[in-house]
């Protein structure tokens, strides 16, 4: 079982300066490529834009950086419900990524063909279409914590939640906000990296977080990895 670790920090400023810091020395620390899975939702829109600014913005080698979606919300790009919309317009778009590397997940046509066409984009990255221990899918995954625990789009009593055979889920009933249909990294997808980092802030992530850390099998207390899952939590969340 992954090691697990909890960092709490004073307030979701300086979670975003932790993580910055964090994975700037990851990524730094390398040399070949660099696979990114980012979240959604609001909380990385700090994260995001810190890395989008100086320092960050010359300091990270962004040529070896492969950034994927751990999640989407089945809507058009143009919609402000859109994960990949806020990844480009606080990250994406303002740094020298390749664009090559950049795999958004794919929301214009029926979600399950969607979402089998995002797995095969994650095999050909990968190389196999076996997730095989010992050689992770990605470096880094991402993650929030919703108010009723879930992470990504795997959502308690949902079906994408107990999919184990494969690497995306088509998730046609939401069980948060906003009540679209919803694309998916699975838990053995997420299993498959080195690091975790969930990033949870405010007094509204107290009863998950506690949740969670007292042990429920919620979908984000389900998270493993083969290194280690950080949780980059702050005092309001931590109920202090
Ligand atoms: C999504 C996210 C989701 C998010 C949590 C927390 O697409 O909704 O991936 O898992 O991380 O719901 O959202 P906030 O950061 O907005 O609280």
Redesign the pocket.
């Known amino acids: 079982m992954a090691e697990r670790r909890i960092i709490e920090l004073a307030n979701a400023d300086e979670i975003a300066h932790r993580v910055a810091d964090w994975l700037a020395g990851l990524i730094e620390a390398g040399t070949g490529p660099f696979s990114l899975c980012l979240?959604?939702?609001?909380?990385?829109k700090r994260l995001f834009a810190l890395m989008a600014a100086e320092p960050y913005r010359s300091t990270i080698p962004w040529d070896r950086l492969h950034v994927f979606m751990?999640?989407?919300?089945v809507v058009p790009e143009s919609d402000p419900n859109s994960?990949a919309a806020m990844s480009e317009s606080t990250l994406l778009s303002h740094v020298p990524i390749d664009r090559a590397n950049v795999h958004l997940m794919p929301t214009d046509g029926e979600p399950e063909q969607e979402a089998r066409a995002y797995e095969r984009t994650l095999q050909q990255a990968y190389g196999s279409d076996t997730l095989h221990p010992g050689r992770p899918l990605f470096d880094v995954v991402l993650?929030?914590?919703?108010?009723d625990g879930?992470?990504?789009?795997l959502f308690p009593g949902k079906p994408a939640v107990e999919v184990t055979d494969r690497w995306v889920a088509a998730v046609p009933e939401a069980g948060?906000e906003?009540y679209v249909p919803?694309l998916s990294l699975t838990l053995p997808a997420i299993a498959s990296s080195r690091h975790v980092a969930f990033?949870v802030?405010?007094a509204?992530?107290v009863e998950p977080l506690r949740r969670v850390l007292a042990g429920e099998p919620l979908p984000s207390g389900r998270v493993t990895s083969e290194g280690e899952v950080l949780w980059y939590v702050d005092r309001a969340a931590m109920g202090h």
Request: charged share 25%; glycine share 22%.
């Open positions: 979240s959604g939702g609001s909380t990385p751990g999640d989407e919300r994960n993650l929030g914590l919703g108010k879930h992470t990504a789009s948060q906003p919803r990033l802030s405010g509204d992530k």
